[in-house]
């Protein structure tokens, strides 16, 4: 984007229809304000044009760096496999285009890193980072309570992320990077610090579980200034989708997830309610919420130069290196400590 939007609506590319994006694509559409989608890539190309042809105004560009540098196209939505955000983001970075990247930043620490240090070269904060609890209302109330002081300081941090099931390729290590990773953001959103050390345990696994999966896993982090935080991640649990944080303070703790919706009394003597079946329902809110402030921060970044308002490449970068002392850890059973340089050392990040 040459700093001008060219159009009253901000015009998106939306790279990658699958479940992220096809999702974002309907919100962007129908629930957002501001922006509408203008270009759709995907590596299915028949895909990309059923989904265009539902959309007035929107037309399929059948490469990834072509549609990023579209003159039509003032801001591009990533939401492609993991593996091809590197190459796509420097290409967001090389043609100045404002990018909402769905996690992870990429796949890698060296890769992520790579990204951080050519954004800050560039001097903007073109980079938001798909990290969508920070724009869910409970976690918003949480973190408001603790930067209010109303816990005191805080001092532990219990985590529970469980799913009913996962996809047949979803591996141990995928527990860490691609479930655990939502914990790694929250524990640094909530605390404002980073993450120094991880240690995942194993027990035994759920028979229920594919072979050979470790499932459930218990990770262990310590931050900066030594407080502690467990997270308990089980994805094959058959129930639901529940995802809990509790934050122990000098004066007193605040649980968020109880997920209890309405409760309902029936007979005999019975009580009830319903979980959220996934993560689209439990977390609908916070991606609408998400996208509408990356909308209206990318057309307000004309005037600033930043172009976010929310988790940035830093933070991407950080989750990446929490991940891959993890997965070490998962490896090894041993706490590892987390390799990462500092952020001052980068001018800009
Ligand atoms: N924030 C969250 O809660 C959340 C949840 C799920 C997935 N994600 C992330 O969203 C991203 C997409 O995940 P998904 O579950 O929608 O995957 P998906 O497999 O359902 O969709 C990916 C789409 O990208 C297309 N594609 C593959 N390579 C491409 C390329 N080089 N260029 C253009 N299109 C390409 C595929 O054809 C497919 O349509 C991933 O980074 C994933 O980690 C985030």
């Given at each position: 984007m040459s700093n001008e939007l060219r159009s009253t609506e901000l015009r998106i590319a939306v790279l990658g229809v699958g479940m992220m994006g096809a999702d974002h694509v309907r919100r962007i559409t129908?629930?957002?304000?501001?922006?509408?989608?203008a270009v759709i890539n995907d590596y299915d190309s028949s895909k990309a044009e059923a989904l265009a042809a539902?959309?007035?105004?929107c037309r399929v560009v059948g490469d990834p760096i072509d549609a990023i540098a579209?003159?039509?196209?003032?801001a591009v939505l990533l939401a492609t496999p993991g593996p091809t955000h590197e190459k796509q983001l420097l290409a967001c970075i090389e043609h100045g285009k404002p990018v909402m990247c769905e996690k992870p930043l990429t796949t890698d620490v060296e890769t992520s890193l790579a990204v951080v240090k050519a954004e800050a070269e560039l001097g903007k904060k073109l980079i938001q980072v798909?990290?969508?609890?920070?724009?869910d209302t409970e976690y918003e109330q949480l973190k408001a309570l603790i930067v209010a002081g109303e816990l005191g300081r805080p001092l532990v941090v219990h985590c529970a992320h469980r799913n009913p099931a996962v996809p047949p390729h979803f591996d141990s290590a995928m527990i860490v990077k691609d479930s655990l990773v939502h914990e790694v953001d929250v524990t640094r959103f909530l605390l404002d610090e980073e993450i120094t050390s991880v240690q995942i345990i194993k027990p035994s696994?759920?028979?229920?579980?594919?072979?050979?999966?470790?499932?459930p896993q218990i990770a262990l982090f310590s931050t900066e200034s030594g407080k502690h935080v467990d997270a308990e991640v089980f994805v094959t649990t058959g129930v639901a989708y529940e995802v809990r944080t509790e934050v122990v303070g000098e004066l007193g703790s605040a649980m968020i997830g109880l997920d209890v919706g309405l409760v309902r009394k029936t007979a005999p003597g019975t009580w009830g309610g319903q979980i959220t079946p996934s993560f689209v329902e439990r977390f609908g809110q916070a991606y609408d919420s998400e996208i509408q402030r990356w909308v209206d921060a990318v057309v307000a970044g004309a005037e600033t130069g930043n172009y976010i308002d929310g988790p940035g490449a830093w933070d991407g970068y950080a989750a990446a290196a929490v991940c891959a002392a993890g997965v070490k850890s998962l490896e090894s059973g041993e706490r590892v400590a987390v390799d990462m340089v500092q952020r001052s050392s980068i001018a800009g990040a």
């Open positions: 129908g629930a957002i304000a501001g922006a509408r989608v539902t959309i007035p105004g579209d003159p039509d196209v003032d798909g990290f969508m609890r920070r724009f696994a759920n028979p229920a579980a594919p072979q050979g999966l470790a499932d």
